[in-house]
């Protein structure tokens, strides 16, 4: 596997565990009757998950839409200069540490909620996935590092295809290739973050703590 390979297969590994929340949409109904306090950490503790994906998906995006055309190749070449400057680093770092407070909540407000509220078998569902939310960091560093280097060297070579005549054919093919690396991973985690957003929504819904 290449390098470009195993970043994508990075992002979308880090990305995987996502697909786990269903578990809290599935119990949602039984866990509503318990006090504002419990409701409004379990609210904190999804707003941190999506805080550092929100970060990856911002990161993905700045890429995949960068735009050729004449009237905004200024702004195109502003953008890659910051991404070749090191700016996903940065805004990765930014998010990061989310983590540790994520399995602070679970420890003193949401373990004793889950046990009380659920069967056994979903409460030990709800233990696993927030044992593994609280390790996260790790995995979205190592993901955003190796996106950071693999984007940082392409902003250099698309900001060097356009100091050259003609040369902005050349780099809209370098960033398009690049881009479409990611485009599968940047769906899904796209559909990850609005089911995210959806369950903080429902968690207001139903219970009418805003």
Not at 162 to 174: D, I, V
Request: aromatic share 6%.
């Amino acid at each position: 596997m290449n390098g470009i390979g195993v970043t994508v297969s990075s992002v979308d590994d880090a990305t995987s565990l996502l697909d786990k929340l269903g578990i809290l949409d599935h119990v949602l109904l039984k866990l509503v009757n318990r006090p504002e306090a419990a409701v409004h950490k379990l609210r904190i503790a999804l707003s941190e998950v999506r805080r550092g994906y929100d970060a990856l998906q911002d990161a993905l995006l700045k890429i995949d839409l960068l735009s050729f055309e004449k009237q905004d190749i200024e702004d195109t070449r502003e953008e890659l200069q910051k991404i070749a400057a090191g700016k996903i680093k940065l805004t990765m770092a930014e998010a990061k540490g989310s983590c540790t407070r994520i399995g602070n909540i679970y420890d003193k407000y949401l373990q004793g909620w889950f046990s009380a509220a659920l069967n056994p078998g979903e409460a030990d569902e709800l233990r696993l996935l927030f044992n593994d939310l609280r390790y996260t960091d790790a995995g979205l560093l190592k993901a955003s590092m190796r996106l950071s280097i693999q984007a940082e060297a392409k902003a250099t070579e698309i900001l060097n295809h356009l100091k050259t005549a003609g040369g902005e054919t050349r780099a809209r093919r370098a960033a398009e290739e690049f881009s479409l690396q990611f485009r599968r991973t940047l769906e899904k985690l796209t559909k990850q973050l609005v089911f995210m957003l959806e369950l903080e929504n429902k968690l207001i819904q139903i219970t009418g703590v805003p």
